[in-house]
């Protein structure tokens, strides 16, 4: 099992500029969630999914959008990146709702200049 | 979700145990203690958490009082590679993670 996985690691954008991030589970988690640690600091939840087809906000879901089009995989998008989005982002996915034994991915590096 | 409150840093040596604290004054009864460790550049590693009886697994031990407002996490035999910021954090079992902020946590040292 490759587990939890995030494409790209890195990834410098302009502002204004658009991306989308990838997390990809093997494990059949009903349960996913996107998080960004700035430097320092812990992790905030940005949005989260309970199953696919379904998306809900976090606690700092502002200038992001995500999708669950199938059950192994949840994207995250940045319509218009600002310098505020700089950031280490982290995709995790869990098979209980809540805080119950997630698992990260090695998350994704991203710098807007 | 109840505050918690862990200090900045500790350093333990490799071998003897390393204890963790944690306060969580205002925990509600429905409130479970999870811990968490992030390894340096990596994403985070879930540990064990419990609702008030002592928990044990594998990788360590969890201590939560009586009246519930602290609680320990036990490393028993603390190596090298239990380097790492350990988050303690407190959060009603089944509810969905409308607001699941990690906090600043406590750096743990090992030193040889």
């Known amino acids: 099992n490759a587990g939890v996985t995030q494409t790209p690691k890195f990834r410098v954008l302009k502002t204004g500029q658009s991306m989308t991030l990838l997390c990809a589970q093997d494990?059949?988690?009903?349960?996913m969630y996107w998080y960004r640690q700035d430097p320092g600091m812990g992790l905030r939840l940005i949005h989260y999914?309970?199953?696919?087809?379904?998306?809900a906000k976090g606690e700092v879901p502002d200038g992001y959008n995500v999708s669950r089009l199938k059950k192994q995989n949840f994207l995250l998008g940045l319509e218009s990146a600002a310098p505020s989005q700089t950031s280490v982002y982290f995709c995790a996915s869990s098979r209980r709702r809540g805080l119950y034994e997630q698992y990260f991915g090695p998350g994704t590096r991203l710098t807007v200049t | 979700d109840a505050k918690t409150t862990q200090p900045p840093s500790m350093d333990c040596a490799e071998g003897r145990a390393a204890n963790l604290p944690c306060n969580h004054s205002?925990?509600?009864?429905?409130?479970?203690v999870y811990w968490y460790r992030q390894i340096h550049s990596q994403g985070p590693q879930y540990i064990i958490h419990?609702?008030?009886n002592n928990e044990t697994n594998e990788m360590a031990s969890l201590i939560i009082t009586e009246d519930r407002k602290s609680s320990t996490l036990i490393l028993p035999h603390a190596t090298l590679r239990d380097t790492a910021v350990y988050y303690c954090?407190?959060?009603?079992?089944?509810?969905?993670?409308?607001?699941?902020?990690f906090g600043d946590g406590t750096t743990l040292t090992v030193k040889p």
């Open positions: 205002t925990i509600s009864g429905n409130e479970y």
């Open positions: 494990m059949n988690h009903e349960y």
């Open positions: 954090i407190v959060r009603a079992h089944n509810t969905n993670a409308g607001k699941s902020t």
């Open positions: 999914s309970v199953g696919e087809g379904t998306t």
């Open positions: 419990g609702l008030k």
